[in-house]
């Protein structure tokens, strides 16, 4: 089954306010963890990555958390624009080359 | 801007038609992906190869056939395809794990429909 979940199929947020994207997994054992993001007509597209050896991540306006005791991995948006309108996608190394992914939660950004 | 390219980008075919998906990755990965992506459904991993070797099957019925010739070239055959097939099919690529876990990087993708 999939052991990798989102909290939240949707979420509408304010353009400039801040996201924040949760996504649940199962497996402990996971060592590594991907955000992507999908938007319409194009396949996913690599956001930011972390490993089971750190807490937080950040790049260019994202940030990732990752809670090993909760088994909760989070996906911040700082300043959301119009442009972070798609689908975001959290997945877990399970084994070598394997992927598992989340459903998905469809970010809409509001003018 | 995506260094795997996927064609064609649309493809409509019947039941006993056989057809090919191509993917081409510019970016010196050494492991391969097709994955399936249905509505509504986190993406289902199908094949995977590394150093063109198939590493993974993920009980893909028969009617795929994937072919590795090289590194940088990928493909899916089709043939007697069933209508719960149509979906957009993603091909992804990875470097090495050397020095540790690396991201896949995705093309856009085949949407595939089945008459």
């Known amino acids: 089954g999939e052991s990798v979940g989102l909290h939240l199929p949707t979420l509408s947020v304010q353009e400039g306010d801040n996201s924040i994207i949760n996504c649940a997994y199962s497996n402990s054992a996971s060592d590594y963890f991907i955000w992507y993001k999908q938007e319409s007509g194009k396949g996913p597209q690599f956001i930011i990555d972390i490993r089971s050896n750190m807490d937080k991540r950040q790049g260019q306006r994202v940030t990732v958390l990752l809670n090993k005791t909760v088994k909760h991995l989070s996906l911040q948006i700082a300043a959301t624009q119009p442009g972070d309108s798609a689908v975001y996608f959290c997945a877990e190394n399970i084994n070598d080359y394997k992927l598992s992914f989340g459903a998905g939660t469809t970010v809409t950004v509001r003018a | 801007e995506t260094g795997v390219t996927q064609t064609p980008r649309h493809l409509v075919m019947g039941m006993t038609n056989k057809k090919s998906l191509k993917c081409e990755q510019h970016?010196?990965?050494?492991?391969m992906y097709w994955y399936k992506q249905s509505a509504k459904k986190p993406l289902e991993l199908m094949f995977v190869y590394n150093f063109k070797e198939q590493t993974e099957n993920n009980s893909v019925p028969s009617r795929f056939s994937p072919e590795c010739p090289n590194s940088s070239h990928l493909f899916l055959h089709l043939h007697t395809l069933q209508p719960e097939d149509s979906a957009l099919y993603l091909c992804?690529?990875?470097?090495?794990?050397?020095?540790?876990?690396?991201?896949?990087?995705f093309g856009d993708g085949t949407r595939l429909s089945i008459l």
């Open positions: 992804a690529s990875s470097p090495p794990r050397t020095g540790g876990n690396q991201p896949q990087h």
């Open positions: 970016l010196g990965h050494n492991a």
